[in-house]
């Protein structure tokens, strides 16, 4: 059954979107063409602007706006309101990869931003992200825990989940609330096996005079990217990276080190308990191939075994 590519909803007729995938893009978005580019030219146009683009990372990224009428994203050096991800030559489906983990993380209610699926010049898919950090014309102050603690790209590994909640307490405008979310995408990136969420993937946002959390960003199961995993945290939590244990996260995490009681951290649990129904649906419609989707249905089985959950 052909999907939107935004939405996921079953879809009849020619086209890749649906009017409501459409819409969450632009109210006055009638289609959205192709790229003009492919996948290996958007990788090469991506090292080619590097230099001069605001946006960096080790994943091959283009900045783009998107023009209503021509119903077409533009790649941009400056002023870009969407970024796009072309697939990587290194990790295979990392565009469906990364656009289900988000979905899933919708589900469960993380902030996310719009994101979805765009058809290059050669059929291939693009994920897309629209910026977060734009309001208007504004440009919203956002910093990254890395930049936050002092750390750079080379040391983005060098710290620890009891780390980032420190920032968290230093600079949030409610950190209890705060601790929770943080602890919130901890459970989740465990779950989906995203070994990859170092510094560099947490970041606080100022927003009308409040700063929290920015929403949740670079969220993909690195661990059925790679070939041999070995650890399943970037950032170790009780100085460890893999092994974790129920007890870890939530006895030593959530209660000692975040203060998170016991009564909210039930209510978080029931709220995932509630979406893994709809993340067996979300996992079923994605885009990724059966070999994939086999592989991230067995981790999440076997995640959520550890937990008890």
């Known amino acids: 059954m052909k999907r939107c590519l935004i939405t996921y909803e079953p879809m009849e007729g020619d086209g890749d979107y649906s009017p409501r995938g459409l819409k969450l893009l632009d109210r006055n978005l009638m289609s959205l063409f192709?790229?003009?580019?492919?996948?290996?030219?958007?990788?090469?146009?991506?090292?080619?602007?590097?230099?001069?683009?605001?946006?960096?990372?080790?994943?091959?990224?283009?900045?783009?706006?998107l023009k209503v009428k021509a119903g077409a994203f533009d790649v941009v050096d400056r002023n870009g309101r969407f970024i796009l991800k072309p697939p990587s030559l290194d990790y295979p489906e990392l565009p469906e990869n990364e656009d289900l983990t988000m979905r899933l993380a919708a589900a469960v209610g993380i902030e996310v931003p719009v994101h979805g699926l765009v058809r290059a010049r050669d059929g291939s898919l693009t994920y897309f992200i629209k910026r977060?950090?734009?309001?208007?014309?504004?440009?919203?102050?956002?910093?990254?825990?890395?930049?936050?603690?002092?750390?750079?790209?080379?040391?983005?590994?060098?710290?620890?989940?009891?780390?980032?909640?420190?920032?968290?307490?230093?600079?949030?405008?409610?950190?209890?609330?705060?601790?929770?979310?943080l602890f919130e995408r901890t459970l989740f990136c465990f779950l989906t096996g995203n070994e990859d969420m170092h510094l560099k993937n947490f970041?606080?946002?100022?927003?009308?005079?409040?700063?929290?959390?920015?929403?949740?960003?670079?969220?993909?199961?690195?661990?059925?990217?790679?070939t041999n995993p070995k650890e399943e945290m970037a950032l170790p939590i009780r100085g460890k990276r893999s092994r974790l244990t129920r007890n870890d996260l939530f006895k030593y995490f959530a209660n000692e080190r975040l203060n998170i009681n016991e009564r909210v951290l039930d209510e978080m649990i029931e709220r995932f308990q509630a979406a893994f129904r709809i993340w067996d649906e979300l996992l079923a419609a994605s885009f990724l191939s059966p070999e994939k989707k086999a592989a991230y249905a067995a981790l999440l089985a076997e995640r959520k075994e550890r937990l008890k959950i």
């Open 34 to 65: 192709p790229l003009g580019y492919t996948a290996a030219e958007q990788r090469q146009e991506s090292l080619e602007r590097a230099g001069k683009m605001s946006i960096q990372g080790v994943q091959l990224k283009l900045s783009a706006v």
């Open 132 to 181: 977060f950090d734009r309001e208007g014309r504004a440009r919203l102050p956002l910093e990254d825990f890395a930049q936050l603690s002092g750390a750079s790209r080379e040391t983005k590994y060098e710290s620890s989940m009891e780390k980032a909640a420190a920032i968290v307490d230093r600079f949030c405008t409610f950190p209890a609330i705060e601790r929770v979310k």
């Open 203 to 226: 970041s606080l946002i100022t927003r009308r005079g409040r700063i929290d959390l920015a929403p949740a960003y670079d969220l993909l199961n690195s661990t059925i990217a790679l």
